[in-house]
């Protein structure tokens, strides 16, 4: 077996630091809360799959054997996380006059298109809600005799059958009380459904059998059941947006806790996971980030502006998974810069074939990068390490290679399959092509080499014209941008 590097990450049950245990030695299981398809994600969800990927790449790297698991919910999330709402897939599908199912094709098309932008790696399942209902099923008439009553409207869950509700949460259970919208005959205000019935007389796009009659199942319900089957209870660690430590992870835990005491398991605390964890959000100045209000800041919305999806990942990556990550165009260009630097040093290595990485400049590197991501992820720490191994002078070209290859196995910017002009900033909408930008240039600089000024200004203000700036003499090798 390989031998595995020691990690330490925030576990949110107990608010502190962990070391990482295993629960199967050399393995590492991981389950992310993953997208509900019934619109475009925005940047701020995609930084919680930057976030699972980075934890998912560094498990490797530790040498633990990965399973990651992400699943797509395209049935039962509510407009509302508590009870109250319609299904939001349903709600897009009508508005959209479309099949749910081709709503939820679409959608997951377009999030996987920003997963592999931002160069996140594939897990090894995504698990599709819809193809789980009858483990779904199976798994609630397991819990609902001792944990279950039903009502008109579904089944619901009794949180005060479990030890602790809402330790997760920190809230005292009716804290909730305020945001959850009352279900006649619920007993505690923190109860939810895990199956609703499809009212009489109408008639839902995806619905199902069941013993509490036709309707479907409840989010919180397909997260507990594909995360146990999938990874076995208890598996390693479950993520999610810093949202989800309130209600939907609590609920999660509370049927977990449910359903392994009926089966009788001995399972630490009987959460499911033993480490939940969690990424805080990425904000606009204005508040919370959202796809009703403002501009919608989709990965292509950036993309089309002209910036390169990995300027993102490298503006998440400078800031730490548990802070609050404020979002500026301008924070986006500089990171775009840095991350331009970097290639830059890459691209002048050249092909040289990468030799050991153990050099002894590099040395105290490597360990300050390995410390900085073995405690908690601290990838803004691990970048300033990186770009020492970078800067390091008279250091052999392929130990400096292997340095930089193996810390960007952890980092993912893709520094060797990035080039320099892939970064300038082009925006969809430039009315010129870069071939034409080019020659242009050539000639500018021929006038230029036969100190014909005159013609050199002309073309600059002939490219000015159609939004090009030539940056002459700049240090980071730019040449234009589109402005
Ligand atoms: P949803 O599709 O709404 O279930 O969200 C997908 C993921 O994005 C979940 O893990 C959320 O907790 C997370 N999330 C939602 N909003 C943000 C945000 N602004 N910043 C970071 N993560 C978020
Ligand atoms: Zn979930």
């Known amino acids: 077996m390989t031998e595995t590097k020691s ?12 070391p990482f245990q295993p629960v199967h030695a050399g393995e590492a299981r991981v389950y992310s809360c993953g997208p509900t398809v019934y619109n475009y994600p925005h940047i701020g969800n995609m930084r919680a799959y930057v976030f699972a990927d980075i934890l998912g790449r560094t498990l490797s790297h530790a040498g633990y054997k990965l399973t990651h698991v992400i699943n797509i919910t395209d049935v039962g999330h509510l407009t509302d996380d508590a009870d109250a709402g319609e299904d ?15 709503i939820a094709a679409h959608y997951t098309q377009a999030y996987w298109a920003d997963i592999k932008a931002l160069n996140i790696r594939q897990p090894a399942k995504w698990s599709i809600a819809t193809d789980y209902v009858p483990q779904m ?21 009794d949180v005060s059958t479990v030890s602790d509700y809402g330790r997760l949460a920190r809230a005292v259970t009716d804290e909730g009380e305020g945001r959850i919208e009352a279900v006649e005959g619920k007993r505690n205000a923190a109860d939810f459904a895990i ?70 398991l001995d399972v630490p605390a009987n959460s499911g996971a033993k480490l939940w964890m969690h990424n805080n959000f990425l904000v606009e100045r204005s508040g919370k980030m959202s796809k009703s209000s403002g501009e919608f800041l989709r990965l292509q919305l950036l993309i089309d502006k002209g910036y390169h999806p990995l300027g993102y990942r490298m503006m998440c990556l400078q800031a730490h998974y548990r802070s609050e990550l404020e979002f500026s165009w301008e924070g986006l260009a500089a ?62 070209p392929g130990a400096k290679r292997a ?3 193996a810390m960007d196995s952890v980092l993912g910017l893709d520094l060797f399959g990035t080039g320099r002009a892939d970064l300038r900033i082009r925006p969809k909408t430039a009315e010129i092509t870069e071939a034409e930008i080019e020659d242009v240039l050539v000639r500018r600089k021929a006038a230029r080499a036969e100190k014909d000024f005159a013609t050199s200004d002309a073309l600059r203000d002939e490219l000015a014209a159609k939004g090009v700036e030539a940056m002459d003499g700049d240090p980071l090798g730019w040449e234009w941008k589109l402005g």
């Not at 990690?7 to 962990?18: G, I, K, M």
């Not at 508005?95 to 749910?100: L, N, P, R, V």
């Not at 099923?137 to 869950?157: V, W």
């Not at 109408?202 to 919180?220: I, Y």
């Open 335 to 396: 990171a775009l810069v840095r991350l331009k630097r970097m290639i830059m040093v890459v691209e002048r290595l050249g092909d040289v074939e990468p030799g050991d990485a153990r050099h002894p400049k590099l040395a105290p590197m490597l360990e300050t990068f390995e410390k900085a991501i073995g405690e908690d992820l601290n990838t803004a720490v691990a970048l300033t390490a990186l770009e020492e191994v970078l800067a390091a002078k008279k250091v052999d």
């Open 403 to 405: 340095a930089i290859e």
């Open 195 to 264: 199956w609703r019935k499809t009212p009489a007389g109408e008639k839902r796009q995806m619905e199902w059998d069941s013993p509490w009659g036709r309707g479907a199942p409840g989010w919180h319900l397909e997260c507990s059941v594909m995360s146990g089957d999938l990874l076995g209870f208890p598996f390693d660690i479950h993520t999610g947006g810093i949202d989800h430590r309130e209600i939907h992870h609590p609920n999660e835990i509370a049927q977990n806790q449910a359903f392994c005491c009926t089966n009788g």
């Open 88 to 102: 939001k897939m349903e709600k897009m599908a009508r508005t959209q006059a479309q099949s749910i199912w081709d």
């Open 7 to 18: 990690l330490t990450l925030f576990n949110s049950l107990t608010r502190q630091l962990e």
């Open 137 to 157: 099923i199976e798994f609630a008439e397991k819990i609902a005799p001792n944990h279950c009553y039903e009502l008109e409207s579904g089944l619901y869950f």
